[in-house]
């Protein structure tokens, strides 16, 4: 299977070695010159806590690919993947096969792949993988993570099982979800609660675990999120939410990640804060649900925003 991964970031760069180093044939597409020509002249070069190593994945700059993949991983920031998807179209990328995986993190994605691609062609999963850009042509890795992922119409396939087995042959520990809405809403407690507080307070997520009243601080944000998500028909459980934020505490899960939000504010670039919090605001004014403390979140992430400008 000819596999592209389309924003080739910090993630995208994981996703993308990994499977290259499985035999997979993968190219990391991107629009960023310095960083495609810095992975083709010296291959990935990966930064963990006790080595530093080359992978020669190959990249490509978007405006000269010249080929169409049989299976496409969406990894840019969320505000930026129709863009991505329309150009892939202009370029011809995309056959009548073509199946599109959005790994992003955040809300109301298979939606708005949806007026790109039928739904038996989009693939929604998420992930706890965690990664981090350097510099160009540079990724740092730290921790362990694995991804869920499910057709976005809820159908069962072999494409499904195709993806999830390359997956698993790359070591990204993949299971298929019965039910990637669940996942999807999890994920989006999850990073609605450590990605915004980390960058607010300036920590890594194990820094921000070590406060002693972390889970008295977090507990009325994950409250309203729970409600908007049972107004939308998906039942998250609060045990189950305030367990999955635990888990990715230890510095073998995600503690020494700065979560990718803080990593866009040290950019100086959007974050996908509207994506997460701003998107529980903005459904809880739908139903008529007060969701203050999601609401406090996105204010003070778009004022550090503009504080970049
Ligand atoms: N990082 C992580 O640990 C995790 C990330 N995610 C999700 O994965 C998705 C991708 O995130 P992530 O990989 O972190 O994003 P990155 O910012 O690392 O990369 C996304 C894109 O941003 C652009 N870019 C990044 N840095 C620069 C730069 N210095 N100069 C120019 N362009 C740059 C590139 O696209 P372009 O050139 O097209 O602008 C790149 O493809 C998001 O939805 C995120 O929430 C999910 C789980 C964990
Ligand atoms: C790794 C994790 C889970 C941290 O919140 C993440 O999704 C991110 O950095 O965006």
Redesign the pocket.
């Given at each position: 299977m000819k596999i592209a991964v389309a924003g080739a970031g910090a993630l995208g760069g994981r996703v993308g070695i990994q499977l290259h180093e499985s035999g997979v044939d993968v190219t990391l597409i991107d629009k960023w010159e310095e960083h495609v020509n810095a992975i083709n002249e010296k291959g990935m070069e990966v930064h963990t806590e006790d080595k530093v190593y080359q992978v020669p994945v190959k990249a490509k700059l978007l405006e000269d690919i010249d080929e169409s993949y049989d299976l496409i991983i969406i990894l840019t920031k969320a505000m930026y993947a129709e863009d991505m998807l329309q150009a892939l179209y202009e370029k011809n990328s995309i056959h009548a096969e073509t199946a599109i995986l959005t790994m992003m993190?955040g809300l109301g994605h298979g939606d708005r792949l949806a007026k790109y691609v039928s739904k038996d062609r989009i693939y929604l999963a998420v992930t706890?993988w965690?990664a981090g850009l350097k510099g160009p042509g540079q990724i740092v890795l730290t921790g362990s993570g694995g991804i869920q992922i499910q057709r976005a119409d809820g159908i069962a396939s072999k494409m499904t099982e195709e993806i999830n087995d390359i997956f698993n042959t790359a070591n990204l520990n993949s299971i298929i979800s019965r039910d990637v809405q669940h996942s999807i809403w999890a994920k989006a407690t999850?990073?609605s609660v450590?990605?915004p507080l980390c960058s607010i307070l300036d920590k890594r997520?194990g820094e921000f675990a070590a406060y002693g009243a972390v889970i008295e601080m977090i507990t009325p944000i994950i409250e309203e999120i729970i409600e908007v998500a049972g107004a939308r028909g998906v039942n998250l459980d609060f045990d189950a939410s305030l367990e999955k934020i635990k888990a990715?505490f230890p510095d073998s899960a995600?503690g020494l990640?700065y979560?990718?939000?803080h990593q866009d504010l040290a950019k100086g670039v959007q974050t996908e804060v509207d994506y997460l919090n701003g998107k529980i605001s903005e459904y809880g004014k739908e139903y008529g649900i007060k969701t203050p403390n999601n609401d406090m979140i996105t204010h003070l992430i778009h004022q550090l925003e503009m504080k970049n400008h």
């Open positions: 993190n706890m965690t999850l990073n450590l990605n997520i990715a995600a990640h979560p990718s939000m």
